[in-house]
């Protein structure tokens, strides 16, 4: 039997849908764990000098380790192993002893971070991106530790879930934090922070119950307030003065990288973390798509109609990576002030960064695109494009982008234009 190589493990994907294993041979035992979700996972697998059983104890995630960090890890296990010890045993019962311990809700979610940073703690099979991570941090340290942090992970009890999610709600913790030389933090109440930090309190303590540190979940049936889904959208008047509001402080002097970013997210209808971080290598200008190596549904090719490619073929190259660069720091575009200011100028109440995206979505609906088409354009996880087939653009989806953001150009300029005879304007050689 071969061994385990980098090259091996990269290339290996799980047909029809199951799990594969691959095996070393030196040592013996020592696997890793292919998942048609694409995770892959180092383990050892020996039979307990204890119980005489088959044991299986996970090492930690590819990527995260690697093949030689992950076989000399297997090593000492097995090496454990011939002395007479059983390491899964000795997890089990240092578990077991935790559960009658004082162990507190404040130490559990160090736990749970620690895991979920190394990949062990997943959703929907797949381990939390680092963004998602460090906003359960934030949740962590500003709401669950503060109000439960000291309290025993085996008394917490469903009428301790209910006090805490409407103190939240209430703004017991509300505070504002600096967290950068010029940056401050806003920590918030509300129906939403509340239903949100409870729902992370729930994987929280799903995890204390997987791992024998007590028998149930208390978050479990707690009825939280709904998940109020947005549904403003700019008519053809508000476009128009956003887009007077955009020009008037673009000519004042405004940070000219947040301007031409929110105007492509107006064009665009992606997502904010996609615009201020997108990457030069991820713009496709010749296929007229954006290829993003990571969104919120995964691996995507993104059909771009034409006014956003122009957009940003008159960007200034001011950085190497990003498209959108900082202006003070390294990394990309962070700055919401200037989205906040020109929503300010144009008078418009209750609209968000995201009201842009739910705009596009609407102006597509008006143009009579299907709802398949729309979810292709905005990048839904379910109809998203995988890594298998990045290589391909639809080109429907192409001249569907081109009327939508035409369409929005036309009305962000007070030009009236009836939808059905909305013609994208094409440049030479496109």
Not at 388 to 402: P, Q
Request: a positive charge; hydrophobic letters at 35%; aromatic letters at 6%.
């Amino acid at each position: 039997m071969a061994g385990l190589t980098k090259r091996l493990i990269d290339a290996t994907t799980p047909e029809d849908g199951k799990e594969l294993r691959l095996w070393d041979d030196n040592p013996r035992g020592f696997g890793v764990r292919l998942k048609p979700t694409g995770v892959k996972t180092f383990f050892v697998q020996y039979r307990s000098p204890v119980t005489f059983k088959k044991s299986r104890l996970t090492i930690g995630q590819y990527g995260r380790l690697t093949l030689d960090e992950a076989r000399s890890e297997a090593r000492k296990i097995l090496g454990s192993v011939e002395k007479g010890d059983d390491p899964a045993e000795e997890i089990r019962r240092v578990k077991a002893d935790a559960l009658t311990a004082a162990v507190t809700v404040g130490e559990l979610c160090d736990d749970y971070m620690r895991d979920a940073w190394v990949g062990k703690v997943t959703y929907r099979g797949k381990p939390k991106k680092a963004s998602t991570l460090e906003i359960d941090e934030g949740r962590i340290n500003r709401h669950i530790k503060p109000l439960l942090g000291k309290s025993r992970l085996t008394e917490v009890t469903r009428r301790h879930v209910e006090t805490f999610m409407h103190d939240v709600r209430l703004g017991k913790t509300a505070a504002v934090e600096k967290t950068k030389l010029r940056g401050k933090a806003r920590v918030t109440g509300g129906d939403g922070t509340a239903r949100r930090t409870v729902g992370l309190l729930g994987s929280i303590f799903s995890y204390a119950v997987k791992e024998g540190l007590r028998p149930d979940n208390p978050v479990t049936g707690i009825e939280r307030a709904p998940d109020n889904k947005r549904s403003r959208s700019l008519s053809p008047g508000e476009y128009r003065a956003f887009g007077v509001a955009l020009d008037a402080l673009e000519g004042s002097g405004a940070n000219p990288v947040a301007v031409r970013a929110i105007r492509l997210l107006a064009l665009s209808g992606c997502r904010r973390g996609e615009i201020y971080g997108l990457r030069r290598t991820e713009v496709d200008l010749h296929n007229q798509c954006f290829r993003f190596d990571d969104t919120k549904a995964g691996q995507q090719v993104r059909a771009m109609g034409r006014t956003a490619m122009n957009l940003i073929q008159a960007t200034p190259e001011e950085d190497i990576t990003f498209v959108f660069p900082a202006s003070r720091s390294d990394g990309h575009l962070k700055d919401v002030k200037v989205f906040r200011k020109v929503c300010e100028m144009a008078k418009l109440d209750d609209v968000t960064i995201h009201t842009l995206r739910h705009s596009f979505a609407t102006t597509a609906n008006e143009l009579e695109y299907s709802e398949i088409t729309i979810a292709g354009l905005l990048g839904h996880g379910r109809h998203s494009t995988t890594a298998r087939y990045t290589h391909l653009i639809d080109h429907a989806l192409v001249n569907a982008a081109d009327r939508v953001s035409s369409l929005i150009e036309a009305r962000m300029n007070g030009i009236e234009i009836e939808s059905a005879n909305v013609v994208p304007l094409r440049t030479s050689g496109s």
